[in-house]
């Protein structure tokens, strides 16, 4: 069970920050909120990356949880953070 907790974080890493970036270059102009808000273009692409990001950063926490404890909420919240990351990058540009 730890390769598929490992495999669903890994791949909620690559749908979130895929969703990042397309977010991005829809909104290259403009500050991308980042809890509360809409932006300017949001791509319905991008909802569905964000949705299966999110369900399987979930699905791979509880998967490691049972094998590895602990450990397993730093592998979320670097799986999780990439596009945190992204957005903050791309919003310090404005100011």
Known sequence: MITWGLSALF???VFGTLSMTRLIAANPDTPLPMWRGRPQHLPFFTIILR???FGLAVFGLFTL????GFWAVPLFVVAVGL???LNVRH???FR
């Open 51 to 53: 949705a299966l990001s």
């Open 91 to 93: 919003n310090r540009r």
């Open 65 to 68: 949880v049972q094998e590895i």
């Open 83 to 85: 596009p945190i990351v």
């Open 11 to 13: 791949l909620a890493a």
